[in-house]
């Protein structure tokens, strides 16, 4: 009924939205609920009949998963959840000439290919690019690897013709805080602001050298140029 409070297994109000996770070595993790209701094996465990009727909140004791184990797959529930949420923005309110490729993301949730439009009134205008956002289980705590990639690089100062990009905010300078959408805009705005197409001065011996994932570069940053 409205303006009732729900109760889950003996948790009422807001402690209902949470559950403690509890390591073989007794460390405890508290958690979103709905988080952890995407492990099946967690689901399973909440929805047992009577199975918190007399706890004030919500358990899971696993007797044989340590902290160090267990952290990992609290990260994991924040992982899935954000990306789930960023997903779901991203198709339903793009940034200025992005659109989610519907199909990068049919088979895994982890890649995404963002289809981009130069921005009007630009150098780029006219041309279409693709940005390739692959995500690792510590997302959002760790950036994403965010690359230009298919047959169109844009030719920028900051732009490798391999697709890596030389931008602050992919490595030293993330934050939690930002999002996929977050970077879509800074690309937007570093492309939109180029006032010359060329390479970076040192492209040729960059991308005979560096590893796959931009990620792994030693990235130097400066005012104007990498």
């Known amino acids: 009924m409205d303006g009732e409070e729900k109760t889950y297994g003996g948790c009422e109000g807001p402690d209902a939205m949470y559950v403690k996770l509890i390591s073989s070595d007794g460390h405890e993790f508290i958690v979103k609920r709905e988080h952890a209701l995407t492990s099946g094996t967690i689901k399973a465990m909440l929805s047992g009949p009577g199975q918190f009727a007399e706890n004030e909140t919500n358990e899971v004791n696993f007797r044989e998963i340590p902290s160090h184990v267990l952290s990992k797959v609290c990260m994991y529930f924040t992982y899935k959840k954000r990306l789930q949420k960023e997903l779901l923005a991203l198709q339903n309110d793009p940034p200025p000439g992005m659109t989610l490729n519907e199909k990068s993301v049919q088979n895994s ?11 009007p009134g630009t150098l780029y205008e006219g041309e279409k690019f693709q940005l ?46 930002l999002s996929v959408q977050s970077v879509c805009l800074s690309i937007i705005s570093m492309l939109s602001s180029c006032k010359e197409k060329r390479r970076p001065p040192d492209n040729s011996f960059y991308v005979r050298t560096c590893n796959k994932n931009p990620k792994k570069t030693k990235w130097w940053y400066h005012d104007d140029t990498c």
């Open 132 to 177: 390739l956002f692959k995500f690792s289980s510590r997302y959002p705590f760790d950036s994403p690897q965010v690359m230009f990639t298919g047959d169109n690089i844009p030719v920028h100062p900051h732009v490798y013709s391999n697709g890596h990009i030389c931008l602050s905010i992919l490595t030293e300078d993330w934050s939690p805080a």
């Open 109 to 119: 949730i982890t890649q995404w290919i963002v289809d981009m439009d130069g921005a």
